[in-house]
Nanobody, 115 residues
Framework: QVQLVESGGGLVQPGGSLRLSCAAS????????MGWYRQAPGKPRELVAH???????NYADSVKGRFTISRDSAKNTVYLQMNNLKAEDTAVYYC?????????WGQGTQVTVSS
């Protein structure tokens, strides 16, 4: 089992920045693909970004150039740096760890972008 705990969400004005963190309960980064997903009210959950064991990254078109996913293997923590936030980024953000047919989810952290 792997526990994922997100933190760093909150209320921010348009154009502002937030950094989300996802702490894993054990060392998994070499094997698991780590991702950030989000779900806005009334919408399906969508992939925001992911990072592989080889440090390859992938981003949704809507966040390219604004969001950056990274990880610190020594701390078993994945980050999502979010800059130039927009109202449409408002959602619950979830951390995900995936390896073959196995995946784990965090509990989610709310991000609200509003003036």
């Amino acid at each position: 089992q792997v526990q994922l705990v997100e933190s760093g969400g909150g209320l921010v004005q348009p154009g502002g920045s937030l950094r989300l963190s996802c702490a894993a309960s054990r060392s998994i980064f070499s094997r698991y693909v780590m991702g950030w997903y989000r779900q806005a009210p009334g919408k399906p959950r969508e992939l925001v970004a992911h990072i592989t064991g080889g440090d390859n990254t992938n981003y949704a078109d809507s966040v390219k150039g604004r969001f950056t996913i990274s990880r610190d293997s020594a701390k078993n923590t994945v980050y999502l740096q979010m800059n130039n936030l927009k109202a449409e980024d408002t959602a619950v953000y979830y951390c995900n760890a995936r390896w073959m047919q196995i995946q784990y989810w965090g509990q989610g952290t709310q991000v609200t972008v509003s003036s």
